[in-house]
């Protein structure tokens, strides 16, 4: 069993390169093993995500990769706390360059959807689509209404002092 997940690990593994100049096309699903960076921020367990990966090439008529990536993940509402599903569907372009020099004189950082990647003989796709879905997280994500409001976030105003008098009227009906 153990070889499976390495045959697995190879077929996303791909010379950039070639798979890009080819017009190659790879399509799967994608696991929580498969993206590892992205399951430790799961509030659950992590579904797959469907991935879909095809050689292109850009309109500067470089070779790229054309990266579509969707599924959902449980992260943590930053307003209340509670498990929030984002439904994530990242799609981007790529254009492949030779070094790391060459990806940041290519002047694609202005723009939306192409970007520069630094491509490679062994180039890892799902690190590739793991990034795509990092970055389609929100910072910091919350429920466009969150339920159970309490009164302050109900816009109802509250004296923060209204706790205290609880506890006096409490206290004093011991005595």
Same mark, same amino acid.
């Given at each position: 069993?153990?070889?499976?997940?390495?045959?697995?690990?190879?077929?996303?593994?791909?010379?950039?390169?070639?798979?890009?100049?080819?017009?190659?096309? &790879?399509?799967?699903?994608?696991?929580?093993?498969?993206?590892?960076?992205?399951?430790? &921020?799961?509030?659950?367990? /992590?579904?797959?995500? #469907?991935?879909?990966?095809?050689?292109?090439?850009?309109?500067?008529?470089?070779?790229?990769?054309?990266?579509?990536?969707?599924?959902?993940?449980?992260?943590?509402?930053?307003?209340?706390?509670?498990?929030?599903? +984002?439904?994530?569907?990242?799609?981007?372009?790529?254009? /492949?360059?030779?070094?790391?020099?060459?990806?940041?004189?290519?002047?694609?950082?202005?723009? #939306?959807?192409?970007?520069?990647?630094?491509?490679?003989?062994?180039?890892? +796709?799902?690190?590739?689509? #793991?990034?795509?879905? &990092?970055?389609?997280?929100?910072?910091?994500?919350?429920?466009?209404?969150?339920?159970?409001?309490?009164?302050?976030?109900?816009?109802?105003?509250?004296?923060?002092?209204?706790?205290?008098?609880?506890?006096?009227?409490?206290?004093?009906?011991?005595?």
């Amino acid at each position: 069993m153990a070889n499976a997940g390495a045959v697995k690990r190879g077929v996303w593994t791909v010379d950039a390169f070639q798979f890009a100049q080819s017009g190659g096309v &790879l399509q799967g699903q994608l696991d929580g093993d498969d993206l590892p960076r992205l399951a430790e &921020l799961s509030v659950g367990e /992590l579904g797959s995500f #469907e991935a879909r990966i095809a050689g292109v090439q850009s309109p500067r008529g470089k070779v790229g990769l054309d990266v579509r990536v969707s599924g959902a993940i449980s992260v943590q509402c930053q307003r209340c706390l509670k498990p929030l599903v +984002l439904k994530l569907e990242p799609h981007g372009g790529f254009e /492949l360059e030779r070094n790391e020099a060459q990806a940041d004189a290519s002047g694609l950082d202005e723009d #939306e959807f192409w970007h520069s990647v630094v491509g490679a003989e062994r180039f890892d +796709l799902r690190l590739l689509c #793991e990034d795509e879905l &990092l970055l389609a997280i929100p910072f910091a994500p919350m429920h466009e209404v969150c339920e159970g409001a309490g009164p302050a976030e109900a816009g109802e105003r509250v004296s923060p002092f209204a706790a205290l008098a609880q506890l006096k009227k409490g206290s004093g009906s011991q005595n």
